[in-house]
């Protein structure tokens, strides 16, 4: 099985995340990919971050219906920080048998050699599919100079146009602005019923 690694702390999760999921599925021809709910982030140490149950539940919400999008929570089962690197190895136990494609933005490949050991992550995976946003802009040959190999493995996926952030969707929750247009009507209904983003 071709199997999509999708990461993230969705926080919430949001249409963008679905249409990137699915852009990845159709191009990368991913039989499943699984939603690799994080738990504390190296690059994110000391930013607030939704406690996992409610960013758990409403994962559940949102890929509801959808049989090839899956659930991990690899993460959540063992103390952090978490380093992809070592997901993608326990997964690589978990799953033998099939191909596991790192899914990440433009900017996390950018970023890459900033990783925890990024040329044993590049190392673990099949291939790496990389969502393209705008002004993401990219050296792949510099990129290459510092982990190589990474080239080889790059798939590009292109996914329409979306102008939609967890981070922006929480800045406007904050402000009591209506933010429904980026969510499915089940996860938007649970951040009202919880109260989640208000004071931030």
Known sequence: MR???????FDPPHLGHLALANAACDQLN??????ILSGIQPLKI?????????????????LQGQPHFVISSVELECPGPHYSVDTVRLLAERYPKD??????GGDSLRDLPRWHSPADLVAACAEIGVMR????????????????GLTAKVRFIHVPLVD????????????????SRFLLPSVYAYIQQ??????L
Do not use: C
Request: hydrophobic content about 45%; charged content about 20%; proline content about 7%.
């Open 30 to 35: 991913l039989e499943r990919v699984l939603w």
């Open 194 to 199: 919880y109260g989640l983003y208000q004071n």
């Open 164 to 179: 939609i952030s967890a981070s922006q969707i929480r800045r406007q929750v904050a402000a009591g602005e209506d933010v």
């Open 46 to 62: 000391g930013q607030p971050i939704t406690p996992p149950e409610h960013r758990l539940k409403m994962l559940e919400l949102a």
């Open 133 to 148: 946003r705008p002004g993401d802009a990219l050296d792949l040959a510099a990129l290459e100079r510092q982990i190589p």
């Open 3 to 9: 199997l999509g690694l999708f990461g993230g702390t």
């Open 99 to 104: 191909e596991l494609i790192f899914l990440m």
